[in-house]
């Protein structure tokens, strides 16, 4: 079976979606399929390619026989996904495989809304024994996860990488953990800090009591009837 590497994955989940989403706009060009990597929504982890590795990667994709280039006519090249007939796979078993590659393992459940925005609408259940059966064929096109820590559901993965992404999404966690570190110890300080301010604020506001309590006596004692 066809294996890819992280940013291949990446490129092959863009052109499934963008097919199943907006189709007016597919097939894609080399700058879309750059846009479309680098998206904010939708994809995890957040990637940051440029263009030269984009290129690379269409080159291998395109050796691999999973990607076609399309001759239009047209003076910019466009690209589109064969992925469907190198597997074979059906429409809703490929709007389950682009969701995976774009967004790495999920349950059933995280998978029903984000698969509806490609055309299956289907309840968790439904969705998971379609998982199941792409777990059940010669190659397996997915695996079931173990149950994590703090998970509550199992999580399913795709086959069709070639390990990478999974090294990639451990890198991402060790480098969130720093900042989830960092985060703990500045919302400490915070929480010492107004402790802190608090004392000082109640320190003045006694400091002042005094000072008027002295400016009043002072005023007594000086009264010219204070020896009547």
């Not at 994955?9 to 080399?30: A, F, H, W």
């Not at 429409?91 to 495989?97: F, G, H, I, P, S």
């Not at 500045?186 to 320190?203: D, F, G, P, S």
């Amino acid at each position: 079976m066809v294996k890819l590497d992280c940013t291949e994955q990446r490129i092959v989940g863009v052109l499934i979606e963008k097919q199943r989403t907006v189709p007016d706009t597919y097939p894609l060009s080399e700058n879309a399929l750059v846009d479309g990597c680098n998206q904010k929504s939708n994809r995890d982890p957040v990637t940051e390619l440029v263009s030269f590795q984009i290129a690379g990667a269409l080159m291998a994709l395109q050796q691999k026989g999973v990607v076609g280039k399309v001759d239009g006519g047209g003076r910019v090249a466009k690209f589109r996904h064969k992925l469907d007939e190198v597997l074979p796979a059906t429409a809703n078993e490929l709007a389950v495989l682009a969701e995976l590659l774009l967004r790495g393992p999920q349950a059933a459940g995280a998978l029903k809304l984000r698969v509806a925005r490609m055309g299956y609408h289907a309840p968790p259940e439904q969705i998971e024994a379609l998982l199941r059966q792409m777990a059940a064929r010669m190659p397996s096109l997915v695996e079931l996860l173990p149950l994590g820590p703090r998970e509550r559901e199992r999580r399913w993965r795709h086959l069709i990488g070639d390990g990478t992404e999974l090294v990639a999404s451990a890198d991402a966690s060790e480098s969130a953990a720093p900042v989830a570190v960092s985060r703990a110890v500045e919302t400490r300080m915070i929480e010492t800090r107004m402790i802190e301010t608090t004392a000082l604020e109640q320190r003045v506001a006694t400091l002042e009591q005094q000072v008027k309590k002295l400016q009043a006596d002072f005023v007594r004692l000086s009264s010219p009837h204070m020896g009547d």
